[in-house]
């Protein structure tokens, strides 16, 4: 079902607001179908960091501004692991934040809030374990602290990723605006 939303008087098109998402229904969205053209936007698989979005909510979360949770689940021929280390693979720790950056975004056009997506920055990333090919299900949350409304749409959230029910690292201050 797709809903109309006015934001600063600009109508666009979004999908209906769900509490989850299925990888099928992620996909739509990096295929720019989910928000309209012009507006937030997954990657692809193989860039695409996660399989489903398990919950997100607009109250709630540490700061009550609002959370996403989504998960990916691990196989040992992911294309990462047999170059992030020969001989010691890992999930690059940059893949992991830049699923925190995706899932910000996404949530900012789930808001219905228009703009092309992109991340700014981060704050504090503490890293205290690895992503490895033993590993069965990698899990994010994203807790937001302030979603600003002006020039741009900008959310600031602080993020940790799980490995097998294991902080493995943390990011504070995620921040990802949406730009007309």
């Known amino acids: 079902m797709i809903c109309v939303s006015k934001t600063k008087g ?3 098109n979004m999908a209906e607001q769900k509490s989850s998402y299925t990888h099928e229904e992620v996909l739509t969205c990096g295929r720019g179908e989910m928000f309209g053209p012009g507006n937030a936007q ?3 698989p ?5 399989d489903r979005i398990t919950d997100i909510s ?5 700061k009550g501004k609002g959370y996403i949770r989504a998960d990916f689940k691990i196989h040992k021929d992911l294309w990462f692991f047999p170059c992030h280390f020969e001989g010691d ?5 940059c893949l992991g934040l830049d ?3 995706q899932l ?3 949530y900012l056009g789930w808001l219905g809030e228009p703009g092309k997506g992109r991340a700014i920055s981060t704050g504090e990333v503490k890293f205290t374990g690895m992503v490895t090919p033993e590993t069965k299900l990698v899990e ?3 807790d937001f602290k302030r979603v600003m409304r002006g020039r741009l749409v900008l959310g600031i959230a602080n993020g940790q990723v799980k490995a097998d029910g294991e902080t493995v690292f943390t990011a504070q201050d995620l921040r990802v605006a949406l730009f007309q």
């Not at 193989?46 to 996660?50: I, R, V």
């Open 140 to 142: 994010y949350e994203i």
């Open 10 to 12: 600009v109508l666009i």
């Open 104 to 106: 910000t975004g996404f």
């Open 99 to 101: 699923a925190l950056w």
């Open 58 to 62: 607009e109250t709630g979360g540490e």
């Open 89 to 93: 693979p890992v999930m690059p720790g």
């Open 46 to 50: 193989p860039m695409l960091m996660f």
């Open 42 to 44: 997954l990657p692809l």
